[in-house]
């Protein structure tokens, strides 16, 4: 299986900018996408960004045009540039995997990593 960690979190004024680093280990041959979610205190875990083994990305329409996700293969690592951070940007941001059609067949499934905390003050 697949191992996520994440780093890059912290406290950052509105309109400051922050990037997130997430590492992958293990079967990570398996991995097809790549993503970002996040959850704000009492309010359910959404999509921010996803980006494929291809490079095709997707993002959340309250953070386009100031995020911008981007993965290096060679390293097993997915990044999230976060410029002009809002206050409502502010919560738990977690990595997430999604292995290949191919390997879903043989058990391999997603991973999730523990979780790293952006606050924004205004």
């Known amino acids: 299986q697949v191992q996520l960690v994440e780093s890059g979190g912290g406290l950052v004024q509105s309109g400051g900018s922050l990037r997130l680093s997430c590492a992958a280990s293990?079967?990570?041959?398996?991995?097809?996408?790549m993503g970002w979610y996040r959850q704000a205190p009492g309010k359910q875990r959404e999509l921010v960004a996803v980006?494929?083994?291809?490079?095709?990305?997707n993002y959340a329409d309250s953070v386009k045009g100031r995020f911008t996700i981007s993965r290096d293969s060679a390293k097993n690592t997915v990044y999230l540039k976060m410029n002009s951070l809002k206050p409502e940007d502010t919560a738990v941001y977690y990595c997430?995997?999604?292995?290949?059609?191919?390997?879903?067949?043989?058990?391999?499934?997603?991973?999730w990593g523990q979780g790293t905390q952006v606050t924004v003050s205004s």
């Open positions: 980006i494929s083994s291809t490079g095709s990305t």
């Open positions: 997430n995997s999604e292995p290949n059609y191919y390997y879903t067949l043989q058990g391999f499934r997603s991973a």
């Open positions: 293990g079967s990570t041959f398996s991995i097809n996408t």
